[in-house]
């Protein structure tokens, strides 16, 4: 994994949510792709935390939903913190998820308690 400029510390919610992304990402990998190689990335970018699962499988036809694979929960929390999901696929070219969460800075967080 290769992480890049990110806090020592996380929002707990942040933190979880990136987790649970990941977790099913790797799932995914492991029940649909046949992939041989599988990278994630987190990194600062654009006032938030990116994180990436890229793999090198099958990839998928988008227009047919396979059973058992899924981010919709994961998307709907990332969504709740203001984030984003993006999920980059190419038939027989492997896949990445891209998720995005804003990151608040201590200072952010510390004016909605005394507000």
């Known amino acids: 994994m290769n992480t890049r400029d990110i806090p020592d510390a996380l929002p707990q919610d942040v933190a979880l949510c990136l987790f649970r992304i990941a977790q099913e990402g790797l799932r995914n990998v492991a029940r649909h792709t046949g992939a041989r190689q599988i990278e994630i990335s987190l990194r600062r970018l654009g006032g938030g935390l990116e994180l990436a699962v ?16 899924s981010l919709g929960l994961s998307s709907m929390r990332l969504a709740l913190l203001g984030g984003k999901i993006d999920i ?11 998720a995005w969460v804003p ?7 510390s004016e909605r308690v005394a507000g």
């Open 88 to 98: 980059e696929n190419s038939s027989g070219h492997g896949t990445t998820i891209l």
């Open 54 to 69: 890229k793999d090198d499988g099958a990839g998928f036809d988008a227009g047919q939903r396979r059973a058992g694979m």
């Open 103 to 109: 990151l608040r800075e201590p200072s952010d967080l």
